[in-house]
């Protein structure tokens, strides 16, 4: 059986100005052997790495190159602009974008076997080049051409998983409450089951929903949404053999005895559920995009442009995203 993709993962720095870079420097010290390609810009690395006073080979890599020994392979993709660690610019914008667009083409054309993203700063890529951009989530559904993806973090405080999936995800909290539709949650919930059996190997998963008012709505005296649209989807979805146990109430839901019954939890907006996932396992965590044709992990942080260039960033998330990476896309794994 392989031990290892077939073809390289792919790694974007995201902001060139954040950690990103600093990060993803550090990655030939965790996976000296592992079939890896770094798509950013030569320079940034080189500079970063000086800044850090770090000795990294870096080499040139194309598709189509074979891959380098003992050198992190770089696909030269040009930031637009001088990069000051810690100095976000509008300017690098169109270069962090088309690093996520050669990242995911590569994936769909079988050049890469999975993408792993370290963090972009949204509001940067609003305002140098895409105002409709809202996350590498999003952005990734729309060049897959699937009309909907699931945001899931992992974590394992204390050894035992917690998985936090989200029904929406980037979108102003006053917007949730419509975005929350049968259908929505329909395709949420299903792309979930699907790949919790698929990508994490349990056969029957269990999924917590939330309700979405405080209480799970109280019978409807403190919202209506629970009763209109989650309980009668979560009827349906039962009928057809999913197991599924809610709306329970958010407040109370994250309790290790219910933890323990169930292999993921719903939440119905990313501030519901990331909040609890981060406080247990910030640093450590995993982001994964459910729902895409190929394999897309991520970061638990942003882009914490305080810590660029100093050294003091953590490298824990980007790893454990990188070795969720790795594992996934070997055939037959066992995540
Ligand atoms: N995967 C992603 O692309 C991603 C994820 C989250 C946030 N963001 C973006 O990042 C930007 C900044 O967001 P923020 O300030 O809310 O969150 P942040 O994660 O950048 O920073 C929050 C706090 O965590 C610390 N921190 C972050 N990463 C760390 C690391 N690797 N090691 C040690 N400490 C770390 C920071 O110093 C800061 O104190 C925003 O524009 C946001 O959109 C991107
Ligand atoms: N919601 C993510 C988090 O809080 O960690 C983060 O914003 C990144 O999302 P994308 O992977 O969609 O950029």
Redesign the pocket.
């Known amino acids: 059986m392989p031990s290892s993709p077939s073809q390289p993962i792919a790694i974007t720095y995201g902001d060139p100005a954040g950690v990103g870079p600093d990060l993803v420097l550090s990655l030939l010290d965790t996976f000296s052997d592992a079939p890896m390609v770094i798509i950013g810009d030569r320079q940034v690395l080189s500079e970063r790495a000086q800044q850090l006073g770090l000795t990294v080979a870096l080499s040139d890599w194309q598709p189509g190159d074979l891959l380098p020994v003992g050198s992190l392979p770089v696909w030269h993709t040009p930031a637009g602009a001088p990069v000051i660690a810690g100095q976000p610019d509008p300017a690098t914008a169109a270069g962090t974008v088309t690093m996520l667009t050669r990242a995911a083409q590569g994936c769909l054309k079988g050049t890469f076997s999975a993408m792993v993203?370290a963090p972009?700063a949204k509001n940067v890529i609003c305002d140098g080049a895409d105002p409709a951009f809202t996350?590498?989530?999003?952005f990734l559904a729309e060049q897959a051409g699937v009309n909907q993806v699931v945001?899931m973090?992992t974590a394992s405080p204390g050894g035992q998983p917690l998985r936090v999936a989200l029904a929406t995800?980037?979108l102003p909290l006053s917007q949730v409450p419509a975005a929350i539709t049968p259908d929505s949650l329909m395709r949420t919930l299903t792309i979930l089951r699907d790949d919790l059996i698929s990508k994490y190997r349990i056969t029957e998963p269990r999924i917590m929903v939330l309700g979405l008012n405080p209480h799970a709505g109280e019978e409807g005296h403190l919202g209506r949404e629970e009763l209109d649209v989650i309980i009668p989807t979560l009827k349906h979805l039962r009928a057809k053999g999913m197991q599924l146990t809610g709306p329970l109430p958010a407040d109370t839901a994250f309790q290790p005895h219910l933890l323990e019954q169930h292999d993921a939890v719903l939440a119905m907006y990313?501030d519901q559920g990331?909040p609890v996932l981060k406080y247990a396992g910030f640093g450590e965590a995993i982001?994964i995009?459910l729902g895409l044709p190929f394999i897309r992990t991520?970061v638990?942080?942003?882009t914490a442009f305080d810590l660029a260039g100093n050294g003091t960033a953590s490298a824990g998330s980007l790893i454990a995203a990188t070795r969720l990476a790795l594992t996934l896309a070997t055939p037959q794994h066992n995540a």
Do not use: Q, R, W
Not at 135 to 138: D, L, M, N, P, V
């Open positions: 993203t972009v996350g590498h989530t999003e945001m973090l995800t980037h990313h990331l982001n995009t991520s638990d942080h942003g």
